[in-house]
């Protein structure tokens, strides 16, 4: 009698349906060494592994609509996850010993990065592999994004799970649309109310979030750039139908197709003076007393104001936070002269990336910086 191969764990049967739908929403399918790929996959992974444990259900069982709703933010995400995996055995402690893939995933998606760190090179890369097997590996720092390339807000320190989910419900909004609906920049036609007759391009896709049953519904309608019409229109689904023709989907938001933006050649709204400037400055503030009056006077009589991003960082939980440093330095005299300017520096701490309130806090030079940065982030 032949052998039987084993089933497949749940969490490969989670990772295997991820990247299939990660794959499909990507026009070159899933890049293992891209981050992008990586963080969408695993954010979805993470979902449908979690789905499945609660619901006590195969994964292949767990329907789309349930993933979406749960990737509405990252937050309804961390809920999901920090209450079921635990439950389960999986340890979702930073010191817990590696090993478990599922507990490496998440620790992956949750950490922060530094995104000032060495590119990966080419060069230096197949010597540090060929050491690793010869038993000597050099000192050297963890390359940017942990050697991946990455596409979406490069920029940014934050965790993955922060920055992509929505990227995430976007693979599952494919998936769930493919059989039927409109994708973005599907070209559309209204075939009633309002804006019958009109064409345009899906922009959006908008579900209904169904809390009593943790699913969705839909889709229930798009936001649609029409042709001749102003911004995009709200229309819903029953009213749309798929249309072909050759005008250029993409265009300036708020644009009209056969015309220039509006405001184009309108002037310039006057730049501010360094006095508003440092108003503006001031008014944010959480320490505004550390600039005394006589720096106040010079920097409003000041010529120009400029102002440069110097840093920005995250640290992990249970600290989370995301710092920048911004150096507003002002322009005493016409010509610019080294010992004729006036330095204010920012630290701006975010305790999540979309913080709508985040805190400024001022210093007057770079030696009171990492002081006030810690005082910042740990509340030291």
Aim: charged share 25%.
């Amino acid at each position: 009698m032949p052998s039987r191969s084993p089933a497949p764990d749940p969490w490969s049967e989670a990772v295997r349906r991820a990247t299939d739908a990660t794959a499909a929403d990507q026009p070159g399918g899933m890049d293992e060494q891209c981050w992008d790929d990586v963080a969408m996959r695993g954010i979805v992974a993470t979902v449908l592994y979690a789905l499945h444990l609660r619901e006590r259900r195969p994964v292949d069982a767990i329907g789309w609509p349930a993933v979406l709703w749960q990737l509405r933010d990252d937050e309804r995400v961390t809920e999901l996850v920090t209450t079921v995996l635990p439950r389960a055995g999986h340890d979702l402690s930073r010191t817990a010993a590696p090993g478990d893939p599922v507990t490496e995933c998440w620790r992956w998606l949750t950490r922060t990065w530094d995104p000032h760190a060495p590119v990966k090179s080419a060069v230096l890369q197949p010597a540090l592999s060929h050491g690793a097997h010869s038993g000597w590996v050099p000192d050297a720092p963890e390359p940017r994004w942990g050697g991946m390339s990455r596409g979406i807000a490069r920029g940014l320190p934050d965790p993955a799970l922060e920055v992509c989910t929505q990227w995430a419900a976007g693979v599952v909004q494919r998936q769930m649309i493919t059989e039927q609906g409109h994708r973005a920049l599907d070209r559309v036609k209204v075939t009633s109310g309002a804006f019958t007759g009109h064409r345009g391009y899906v922009r959006d896709v908008g579900w209904f979030f169904d809390d009593a049953t943790e699913t969705v519904h839909g889709p229930a309608g798009y936001a649609v750039d029409l042709d001749d019409v102003e911004g995009t229109r709200d229309i819903d689904a029953d009213q749309v139908e798929a249309c072909a023709d050759l005008r250029w989907p993409d265009r300036p938001e708020g644009t009209l197709k056969d015309g220039p933006p509006p405001g184009l050649n309108d002037p310039l709204p006057p730049a501010k003076t360094c006095a508003e400037d440092l108003r503006e400055l001031l008014d944010r503030a959480s320490n505004p007393e550390v600039v005394p009056e006589e720096l106040r006077r010079a920097v409003a009589a000041a010529h120009h104001h400029h102002h440069l991003e110097l840093d920005w960082q995250a640290s992990p939980t249970p600290q989370r936070c995301t710092w920048g440093v911004l150096h507003h330095w002002y322009q005493l005299t016409e010509h610019y002269a080294d010992d004729q300017r006036a330095d204010l520096y920012e630290v701006v701490v975010a305790r999540h990336l979309r913080d709508a309130e985040p805190a400024h806090h001022l210093a007057l030079s770079k030696d009171e910086l990492p002081g006030l940065i810690a005082r910042c982030t740990t509340g030291a």
